[in-house]
């Protein structure tokens, strides 16, 4: 599956993971704060990676099985693709049990997200745990 996506402030996916395939997220406009987890969860703090297409990270591969989640800092484009094909019938995320979701679960607790967001660098100069 291969889309571009766009990101405003105020918008975060849930904490997930894949176990069939990995993924590639490249920022082509604005910022975006991305989230990965160890193979613990909510165990280990979470690594908060910025992404920008006006910095030195505009992108991140994420292996299956690694719990992630993200948000914009303004506004992003993402161009995002996996080893996958879209099937609206089949679910292919696992929702991280260790915090609340919305809209049924397409969207991340943005109480939760505020927390992670307030730990993240204020540019675009790498991971920050």
């Known amino acids: 599956q291969t889309i571009l996506n766009t990101w405003t402030e105020g918008s975060y996916s849930p904490v997930h993971k894949h176990t ?19 193979a613990e969860g909510d165990r280990a703090p979470a690594t908060c990676h910025v992404l920008s297409s006006e910095g030195p990270n505009k992108g991140i591969i994420v292996e ?35 915090t609340s979701v919305v809209d049924g679960g397409l969207n991340g607790d943005p109480e939760y997200f505020r927390g992670l967001v307030a730990g993240c660098p204020a540019s675009g100069g790498g991971a920050h745990r």
């Open 20 to 38: 069939d395939y990995a993924e590639t997220f490249v920022v082509l406009e604005g910022t975006l704060l991305f989230f990965t987890w160890g």
């Open 64 to 98: 299956k099985g690694q719990w992630h989640a993200m948000t914009a800092r303004g506004h992003a484009i993402v161009f995002e693709t996996s080893a996958h094909r879209f099937d609206k019938t089949k679910s292919t995320k696992i929702l991280a049990p260790w």
